[in-house]
């Protein structure tokens, strides 16, 4: 649906977070002056004027027929709210929905990245690459600004709009919805309380290609083997990436095929799975007039996201890293991996909400490597000390503590010579933090604490 469809309709909204607040603003701005309906989980009062609070207990089924209700993709399916509304609306959509629906509307390419590990890094990367391009470009979406606030601004100055789409946003794409340019990352277990299993996560993930029309385009990430070409994506272009004979990283270099590029030598920004994440998307920038120099030139100055492998500097002898928002095993793994050769990695902070994701390859690679000082935090680095005693990691290496307060000062008290402590829970924060900035902020606080 498009702006213009909404405004002849009545409205309520599921959710009232940056999207639902977004929405509700560009309707006003365009003249929509009927109240809007607001469902949550929990009384909002107090609302703007023009706003209700709905509560489930109160709503009739009737009266969800002749209204159109734009879904937030923080509430999974099952949730009790969405399973009332969805049946009895009118219709559906979604502020994501909307808004690729009216980047097509008006012949704008939209490039939509979705991983599950390094998306944020990786749309970081086009919207740089495209910068020292000098094309001008918009980053929306989870790392951006809410997509529909900048509609306005998309509208007078027609950028190249890249976006970052989450797994929720992906799964209530339908045919034609679609990016009018797709990346497909690597897809590894996530989401699994949300999406109730990896097959409906990996499908959700796989419809930010399903849902383009056939004349679209798109990448697909090779690192991780999968058999992600189904006949489905046979009648576009899909260009492979990270592939020997595409762009790839190797020895030290960036490749395109067998034409050496540059050196990583001045890159700053660290690990190899960040240096795979910039030839995809170098490849994705090419597309819309990037080049092998103005990937070069962004590495050399930009040294990633905060709370992505931050150096927090160093105190009480130890150089402590943010990495909170590792939020899977392998996102862990991956940061075990960049400070593998440097052998100055000494104490490992990992854990958190526990969704029975397998914590299988990351066990392997530490009773491989069985050095590391753990500090396990609830529920899921718990469970991995188990683990790790039931393959006979050093017991004495293993310790199980309550608050990430708790990781630091014990850290701080058993590295009295120095090295790195590396904080990559490799699991979600809603245990003990609203989200992994919340969790980074604390790690950050706690560790500078270690100064008075």
């Known amino acids: 649906m498009l702006i213009i469809d909404l405004l002849s309709h009545k409205i309520g909204v599921l959710g009232y977070g940056k999207e639902g607040k977004s929405l509700i603003d560009l309707l006003r701005q365009r003249g929509y002056t009927h109240e809007i309906w607001v469902f949550a989980d929990q009384p909002l009062d107090p609302l703007p004027d023009g706003l209700r609070y709905m509560a489930q207990e109160k709503i009739q089924p009737q009266a969800l027929h002749d209204r159109v209700i734009v879904l937030s993709p923080g509430f ?26 009216e980047m097509r509307q008006m012949g704008i390419a939209t490039i939509g990245i979705t991983a599950s590990k390094g998306k944020s890094t990786l749309s970081s990367l086009v919207h740089k690459i495209l910068l020292q391009a000098k094309i001008d470009n918009l980053l929306v979406g989870n790392i951006g600004i809410p997509a529909l606030s900048a ?11 890249v976006m970052e789409l989450s797994s929720y946003q992906c799964d209530l794409l339908s045919a034609g919805m679609g990016p009018s340019c797709a990346y497909l990352g690597p897809i590894y277990p996530e989401h699994l309380n949300y999406h109730g299993s990896f097959e409906h996560y990996k499908n959700a993930k796989l419809r930010i290609l399903s849902s383009q029309h056939n ?7 090779c690192r991780q083997p999968h ?8 009648g576009k272009s899909l260009t492979p990436t990270n592939l020997p004979t595409g762009l790839h990283f190797h020895a030290g270099y960036f490749w395109d095929d067998q034409e050496r590029l540059f050196s990583d030598q001045e890159c700053i920004l660290k690990g190899m799975h960040n240096r795979q994440n910039a030839c995809a998307a170098l490849a994705i920038a090419q597309a819309f007039g990037g080049t092998p120099s103005d990937l070069e030139e962004v590495l050399q100055t930009w040294p990633g996201l905060p709370i992505r492998l931050q150096e927090l500097g160093i105190y009480r002898q130890i150089r402590w890293i943010n990495d909170s928002a590792s939020t899977i095993p392998q996102s862990t793994l991956s940061a075990l991996q960049t400070y593998q050769d440097s052998h100055s990695l000494q104490c490992l902070i990992v854990g958190g909400y526990d969704r029975n994701i397998d914590l299988t390859d990351l066990i392997h690679y530490l009773t491989e490597n069985p050095y590391y000082f ?22 004495l290496l293993l310790h199980k503590v309550d608050t ?12 009295p010579n120095g090295g790195v402590c590396l904080f990559s829970p490799g699991a979600a924060s809603y245990n003990q933090y609203q989200d992994f900035y919340q969790r980074g902020a604390d790690f950050e606080h706690c560790v500078k604490a270690l100064s008075d």
Request: proline share 10%.
């Open 151 to 161: 509609l306005e601004s998309i509208q007078q100055h027609r950028p190249v709009v």
């Open 227 to 234: 058999p992600y070409f189904p006949e489905l994506y046979l």
């Open 374 to 395: 753990i500090l396990a935090l609830p529920s899921t680095g718990w469970r991995l000390v188990d683990e790790l005693q039931n393959h006979r990691y050093n017991p």
């Open 404 to 415: 990430v307060a708790d990781a630091v000062v014990k850290a701080s008290l058993s590295m």
């Open 215 to 221: 004349a679209d385009f798109g990448f697909i990430d």
């Open 76 to 101: 999974p399916p099952h949730h009790p709210l969405r399973l009332l509304l969805e049946p009895n609306c009118l219709t559906y959509t979604t502020a994501t929905a909307v808004f690729l629906t």
